[in-house]
């Protein structure tokens, strides 16, 4: 299944000149904002605003306004942490490995994945630090010197998702602005509003599209594609050690770091696909981002997704070759146990429904693959679920053992996180161009020198 065939297809579609291509991805930065977009912020707003009052409500009286018990101690909260800590992996694979693999049809959509990561990690952020109880005493997780001569637990695997997440966030936030840096200047040159046009020379640092300036550019992106890579494999790998490191059955597991990492990777690809059929739409850029780069996006979906069904599979067959009570005892209950109406939600969603991809009209089709990647998103978000929640309400001591119930306070966090995250979403589409000007001129047709036949000299 080859992704890579950018010389049969033109990248951008239609006759499009330069400026014509400047025109498009800058017409909504220059546009007033239509009716439909205020109800759009103001209806992300008011989700984000549910998500304030959940959070001020656990501030104030604490994690009891969670549906945490006794046996499930970790409930919503690292749900919804390894849940966008998954959605923020796309951004950087699609812009750093899709980069350092040269394929060329990254360049129309790099830019929106990059700014998604971003916003995912913000989102994914807030979790942990609330789910402590005591977010106040956030800072030290952070190895710094203080007068209470605190240090973090470096053996605890939480401490490790500190540093990797941190690591992730840094990394990306530059690769993003590098990337931002040329079009800064671009769109310096085309405003002829003085504010705009200090705010654009500040953040262009001086950029003037010369040779040596693009030297240095090529450079730096290339060493920063080169840091994120690694980031990519690591960052949920380390979140996987959370239950990996456990000796609690359903979470004691080697698979779960290629897992996680799949799984994560299929997720914040079903995201950008989600976001991106309405974005081509609203602002017309059907012709930069086209059905070709939906479709080889949904081969990535189709084949991360079948990973992760053949994780389903090994971790039944796991539980029965190891031959330990616990650990089978585990595996059923999940199918068939009081969360088997989850557990069989996220396996429809996750192995059986992207399947549908493997014809070609339905890899091309936007409903059928809107219909796809929202259930992937759903079925990602119960995957998370069942791993925290099943494994923890029954435990070694039957007599402990209980249920998870969610208050209205969890789904108030939960619908607040999807509120924060597509509201910086629609604010990072009227402020900066969701796709890389200066990227995407380069695999216009007739943008780069020819050689064939030997006659061109470029």
């Known amino acids: 299944m080859s992704l890579d065939y950018s010389k049969e ?5 239609g006759d499009l000149t330069m400026e014509d291509l400047d025109n498009a991805i800058v017409k909504p930065l220059d546009s007033k904002p239509s009716n439909k977009y205020f109800i759009a912020l103001a209806f992300t707003s008011g989700l984000l605003l549910l998500g304030v009052l959940g959070v001020s409500l656990t501030f104030y009286f604490g994690i009891g306004e969670w549906g945490n018990n006794q046996p499930v101690a970790w409930g919503w909260g690292i749900t919804n942490f390894v849940f966008w800590v998954g959605i923020a992996h796309a951004g950087t694979l699609i812009s750093a490995i899709l980069y350092l693999l040269r394929q060329k049809w990254r360049t129309a959509i790099a830019r929106f994945s990059e700014a998604m990561t971003i916003f995912a ?6 979790f942990p630090i609330i789910h402590t109880g005591r977010p106040w005493l956030a800072g030290y997780l952070i190895p710094y ?3 209470h001569s605190l240090w973090p637990n470096f053996v605890s695997p939480l401490v490790w998702d500190v540093f990797a997440v941190s690591t992730y966030f840094t990394v990306s936030l530059l690769f993003w602005y590098v990337g931002l840096i040329p079009d800064f200047a671009t769109l310096r040159d085309r405003t002829v509003s003085k504010v705009k046009k200090t705010i654009y020379s500040l953040f262009s640092l001086g950029w003037r599209h010369s040779n040596r300036h693009w030297r240095h550019y090529e450079k730096v992106y290339m060493i920063l594609a080169g840091l994120a890579t690694p980031l990519v494999l690591s960052v949920h790998t380390v979140v996987s050690f959370d239950f990996a490191v456990a000796v609690l059955p359903g979470w004691h597991s080697t698979i779960f770091p290629p897992y996680f990492v799949a799984g994560a990777i299929f997720s914040g690809f079903a995201m950008v696909v989600t976001a991106l059929v309405f974005m081509r739409k609203v602002f017309d850029l059907e012709n930069v981002i086209t059905m070709d780069h939906l479709e ?3 081969k990535i979906i189709l084949l991360t997704g079948s990973m992760v069904g053949y994780a389903y599979l090994m971790e039944f067959f796991i539980s029965w070759y190891s031959g330990v009570p616990t650990e089978q005892y585990v595996a059923i209950n999940r199918a068939f146990g009081p969360y088997a109406w989850g557990y069989w939600i996220m396996v429809s969603c996750n192995s059986l429904f992207p399947q549908l991809f493997w014809i070609k009209k339905f890899r091309r089709s936007i409903p059928v693959m809107f219909f796809v990647v929202i259930l992937v998103n759903v079925g990602m978000w119960f995957e998370r679920f069942i791993i925290i929640a099943s494994s923890l309400h029954r435990d070694f001591l039957p007599s402990s053992w209980g249920y998870f119930s969610p208050t209205w306070v969890d789904f108030s966090i939960l619908i607040g996180s999807f509120g924060l995250f597509f509201t910086l979403v629609l604010l990072f589409t009227k402020t900066l161009p969701v796709v890389a000007m200066s990227e995407i001129k380069g695999v216009v047709e007739g943008a780069q020198p020819s050689h064939h ?6």
Do not use: F, K, Y
Request: with cysteine; hydrophobic share 35%.
């Open 145 to 147: 010197p203080n007068s």
């Open 296 to 298: 080889r996006m949904n």
């Open 121 to 126: 990690v913000i989102c994914a952020g807030i």
């Open 453 to 458: 036949g030997g006659d061109h000299n470029g």
């Open 9 to 13: 297809i033109p990248l951008v579609q």
